[in-house]
């Protein structure tokens, strides 16, 4: 059984930061991308950043010189840090990586940006 769990996510002032934390089990992580995405209320979810099994990343331009995801395999652990803050990335961060052709979700972490 496939499980992707969050944490890190909270309550932060404008220009602060958070790092994200998304275990997962019941994969090889290490063979598989891993991506982070956020929901705000009343949008679609939009994709924020990936990382491949090789290191490569990818960011959405809204994020990119702010956030960092990176990946511990021994840990079967993928990251977010996020730095300077904004109150437009107020959203439920969500963890996804497809394996086998099948889309995997977490549960979610809410982080909220506001003075």
């Known amino acids: 059984q496939v499980q992707l769990v969050e944490s890190g996510g909270g309550l932060v002032q404008p220009g602060g930061s958070l790092r994200l934390s998304c275990v997962s089990s019941?994969?090889?992580?290490?063979?598989?991308?891993m991506g982070w995405y956020r929901q705000a209320p009343g949008k679609q979810r939009e994709l924020v950043a990936t990382?491949?099994?090789?290191?490569?990343?990818y960011y959405a331009d809204s994020v990119k010189g702010r956030f960092t995801i990176s990946r511990d395999n021994a840990k079967n652990t993928v990251y977010l840090q996020m730095n300077s803050l904004k109150p437009e990335d107020t959203a439920v961060y969500y963890c996804?990586?497809?394996?086998?052709?099948?889309?995997?979700w977490g549960q979610g972490t809410q982080v909220t940006v506001s003075s």
């Open positions: 990382i491949t099994q090789f290191g490569s990343t």
């Open positions: 996804n990586t497809n394996a086998q052709g099948t889309n995997y």
């Open positions: 019941g994969i090889i992580f290490s063979i598989y991308s």
